[in-house]
């Protein structure tokens, strides 16, 4: 900060002046791209939906290509523009740009544009994600189930803009800020997988320990939950598992809930209770068909009836990291009805095996993996919790740097 505090009292001791976009670039908007125009190799392009789920601050290459008689025809960016989205399902992802930094021009399409400026290209980009900049751009987003903004009112945007010198500096701070919460992200992943890897060994056995495959209607029993439904859930009622719940927002065990169901439905509705393992049993996907949570709350909660409650003879624990095996996962697969939603009965899950060694074995191995599990997703500790920090930390001084008392 001292570095940047030296240029401001050097080449602009006076404040910085505020200039609408449109002042210091010109916008050029997309159109006639669409998905099914993507070839494996050709003229470099981007989707403007991917540049809210793929791409970052900036890039170098681009995902997806289109063939060169089609990119003729197309608008492009070129080194150092930014290409921004203009229409979103949510009003946050409308404006996310992305400075492309490469050496040749790329194509773009539509709901989306290409900024051209006279700025350093990671400045500009990375004032479009400042909360000032947020609130600039909502006053002129509109849509109710699709957000759209005009792109001269993306120009009406106003902009701080010091000496290129200190544009550069401030990216440059930031660039190195990114660059170690991309580290940690890096981490993270790299123990993912190293935690994948080591459940599925830890519970396919190890030699010279005794384990039998059984049945898990054989060692437990599954019983399916019984409906209510969104118009329900209440802020203070009866706790409850809903299914959406268990593949969006609980991990392996829990010992609280997020939701509440009218209590005077409690009669016609079905409990787990401690240690009872809650899984789904309908999904858009095989993938998340048998997503489990252990219940470990010391009061009953009402399960959904998209959702089964397995009550067995095991440690609850070990019961839900083996359902998240690829084991258990390829054997699962072959029961899965295959329509357009995806469903498995209680009579097929009794028939799937699971691995049932001595009970203190059992907890052996729940030791070893609640270790990983908080490495890896606790958001109190282990790198969630710094990623978390070091986010909202890079956030701060982004907003921070990018913030200059104005010009008069």
């Known amino acids: 900060m001292s570095r940047v505090d030296d240029l401001i009292a050097e080449l602009c001791p006076a404040g910085i002046p505020r200039k609408a976009l449109a002042e210091v670039g010109e916008f050029v908007r997309g159109g006639g791209l669409q998905k099914k125009d993507f070839v494996e190799q050709g003229f470099p392009c981007i989707h403007y939906g991917q540049i809210y789920t793929f791409y970052g601050t900036s890039t170098t290459t681009t995902k997806s290509f289109v063939s060169p008689d089609l990119a003729a025809t197309l608008k492009k960016a070129e080194p150092g523009d930014l290409v921004i989205t203009t229409t979103s399902e949510n009003i946050v992802d409308v404006c996310t740009a992305v400075a492309w930094l490469g050496d040749e021009p790329i194509a773009i399409g539509g709901h989306s544009c290409v900024y051209r400026h006279t700025l350093d290209p990671m400045y500009v980009a990375y004032y479009f994600q400042t909360e000032e900049f947020e609130l600039q751009k909502r006053k002129f987003v509109t849509g109710t189930k699709v957000k759209d903004i005009k792109i001269a009112d993306i120009g009406r945007i106003e902009i701080p803009v010091p000496p290129l010198a200190l544009q550069r500096e ?109 899984l789904t049993g ?111 930390q890079y956030e701060h001084y982004r907003d921070k740097l990018l913030t200059f008392e104005e010009a008069a």
């Open 170 to 278: 401030i990216a440059s701070i930031l660039d190195r800020m990114e660059s170690l919460k991309a580290e940690l992200e890096a981490e993270l992943e790299y123990r993912s997988l190293q935690y994948a890897f080591y459940r599925d060994h830890l519970l396919a056995g190890r030699e010279g320990v005794e384990v039998r495959w059984v049945p898990m209607g054989e060692v437990g029993e599954f019983t399916r939950g019984r409906r209510f439904t969104k118009k329900d859930i209440v802020e203070d009622g009866v706790p409850c598992i809903n299914f959406g719940e268990i593949y969006t927002r609980y991990g392996v065990f829990a010992h609280e809930v997020f939701s509440h169901v009218r209590s005077d439905l409690a009669s016609s509705l079905r409990f787990a209770g401690k240690g009872d393992v809650v």
């Open 282 to 392: 309908v999904s858009e996907t095989v993938e998340d068909i048998c997503k489990a949570v252990a219940w470990l709350g010391d009061e009953d909660v009402a399960v959904h009836d998209d959702c089964f409650l397995y009550r067995h003879t095991m440690n609850p624990k070990y019961v839900s990291y083996y359902l998240q095996t690829q084991m258990f996962h390829a054997e699962k697969a072959k029961h899965v009805a295959r329509a357009k939603v995806k469903r498995i009965s209680s009579e097929s899950l009794a028939k799937l095996t699971i691995p049932v060694p001595s009970r203190a074995e059992q907890e052996r191995i729940v030791g070893i993996l609640d270790k990983f599990d908080a490495l890896v997703n606790d958001l109190s500790v282990g790198l969630p919790a710094e990623i978390a920090a070091r986010r909202e």
